[in-house]
């Protein structure tokens, strides 16, 4: 199965363009942003759990890298109400469950070998740093050799500097509304631009992103 494959092209997902499918889990739900392979696979998706669903234990191959969005996600090392942001290394194992229902962003198969950090971050118990322009606070997720996450708030009426994506940049819109010269992302919106693409954003209303920047494959450009 191949979806959103091609890494060097700009794709944006919307919440009206969401397609929901069932996984093999009774209860969990998935919509699919970019997918390589079946049931084990390179895959963004975002999971919806029912109250009282749970997935079969399972290993993590290649990583896994998750943002609670809403509800509580559970498994046997605790509970992660949202905001929580949590990676997984290769090699870990876990049997995920929820109580009340959750939903996730998460990230498989997408951790090089030597990234051997296991994080759990309470993001809206964590302090922000200032940004690089007024109106931006920043609150660094992950940083490793090709990758940084962060969570990045705007203020409303903040506007950055045009400036370009070595590596490419993914963004996931949680509150409020981003934007650039392209289009506007309410929440709930994804958009994967690749290597050395451009744009000056901006947040007329304010929002809080999630983005992850340099870890898409680097094309020739010439």
């Known amino acids: 199965m191949k979806i959103r494959s091609d890494f060097s092209k700009r794709v944006v997902v ?3 363009d969401y397609d929901w499918v069932a996984s093999p889990a009774s209860g969990v739900d998935r919509m699919m942003l970019d997918r390589i392979g079946d049931e084990v696979a390179r895959a963004t998706t975002i999971v919806r759990f029912a109250p009282n669903s749970y997935f079969d ?6 990583g896994e890298e998750f943002l609670v969005l809403d509800g509580v996600f559970s498994d046997e090392t605790g509970d992660y109400p949202a905001g929580s942001y949590v990676r997984n290394p290769i090699g870990t194992s876990h049997k995920p469950h929820t109580e009340k229902g959750c939903t996730i962003l998460v990230k498989l198969h997408q951790f ?3 990234d051997r950090a296991q994080i759990h971050i309470k993001t809206n118990e964590t302090a922000f740093r200032p940004g ?3 109106g931006l606070s920043v609150l660094p997720l992950h940083s490793v050799t090709g990758e940084n996450v962060a969570l990045v708030r705007w203020a ?14 993914e963004v996931f819109v949680i509150e409020g509304t981003f934007a650039d010269e392209h289009g506007s ?5 994804w958009i994967r631009s690749p290597h050395m693409s451009e744009h000056k954003p901006f947040s007329d209303e304010g929002c809080l992103i999630y983005v992850k920047t340099g870890h898409l494959p680097i094309e020739d450009t010439h």
């Open 185 to 189: 992302y309410p929440a709930g919106s």
């Open 57 to 62: 234990a399972h290993s993590h191959d290649g």
């Open 156 to 169: 409303p009426g903040t506007y950055f500097n045009p400036h370009r994506h070595w590596g490419g940049e």
């Open 14 to 16: 919307r919440p009206d």
């Open 112 to 114: 090089e070998a030597d």
């Open 132 to 134: 690089m322009v007024d």
